[in-house]
Antibody, heavy 117, light 110 residues
Framework: QVQLVESGGGVVQPGRSLRLSCAAS????????MHWVRQAPGKGLEWVAV????????HYGDSVKGRFTISRDNSKDSLYLQMSRLRVEDTSVYYC??????????WGHGTLVTVSS | QSALTQPASVSGSPGQSITISCTGT?????????VSWYQQVTGKAPKLLIH???NRPSGISNRFSGSKSGITASLSISGLQTEDEGTYYCCSYTNTSSLVFGGGTKLTVL
């Protein structure tokens, strides 16, 4: 069965960096584009970034552009999100999500990032 | 990119039908047949219900259906059940190659 397991969340001070990871299993990871989607506490969903199946195409939401970097290692079935210059408003649960047929069909359980001094 | 517009809440009785609207612009909902819908139960990750406007993934009940007219997409749920309670989000591909979500609609089954 498809599984996506995020890790790397925690409490970090504003301006610092954090790297999230997502371990994929149960499917051929290298065949799928992947997204990061976040959700602030008590709020709605916000798209963060996408990476193509081969890592050659990356695109970011306006609120994270220039601060976050999405990457993947197909040899390790893993997706990453490097977050720098973190802001209080980046506090959210971050979900690793697979895309198929233009639908976000499998979601991880999420990892909470709290940006606070 | 502004969020798509959804009603904050809807409600219905068991067995009834409800419809949730999702209004965007010609740059997102109106420009592409790439609208999807998600159900989120409190404390859980979202679940895909509909992709490409009206397609149901395997395992999703045919009580859920999607449609689109112009810049407004809709999710309909027939034969409401108590287990349908949760928050529903629409999502669209946009002309800047990004995704945009709606603000979410909380469904209460009375």
């Amino acid at each position: 069965q498809v599984q996506l397991v995020e890790s790397g969340g925690g409490v970090v001070q504003p301006g610092r960096s954090l790297r999230l990871s997502c371990a994929a299993s149960g499917f051929n990871f290298r065949d799928y584009a992947m997204h990061w989607v976040r959700q602030a506490p008590g709020k709605g969903l916000e798209w963060v970034a996408v990476i193509s199946y081969d890592g050659n195409y990356k695109h970011y939401g306006d609120s994270v552009k220039g601060r976050f970097t999405i990457s993947r290692d197909n040899s390790k079935d893993s997706l990453y999100l490097q977050m720098s210059r973190l802001r209080v408003e980046d506090t959210s649960v971050y979900y690793c999500v697979r895309v198929a047929a233009m639908g976000l069909d499998y979601w991880g359980h999420g990892t909470l990032v709290t940006v606070s001094s | 990119q502004s969020a798509l517009t959804q009603p904050a809440s809807v409600s219905g009785s068991p067995g009834q039908s409800i419809t949730i609207s999702c209004t965007g612009t010609s740059s997102d909902v109106g420009g592409y047949n790439f609208v999807s819908w998600y159900q989120q139960v409190t404390g859980k990750a979202p679940k895909l219900l509909i992709h490409e406007v009206s397609n149901r993934p395997s395992g999703i009940s045919n009580r859920f259906s999607g449609s689109k007219s112009g810049i407004t997409a809709s999710l309909s749920i027939s034969g409401l059940q108590t287990e349908d309670e949760g928050t529903y989000y629409c999502c669209s591909y946009t002309n800047t190659s990004s995704l945009v979500f709606g603000g979410g609609t909380k469904l209460t089954v009375l």
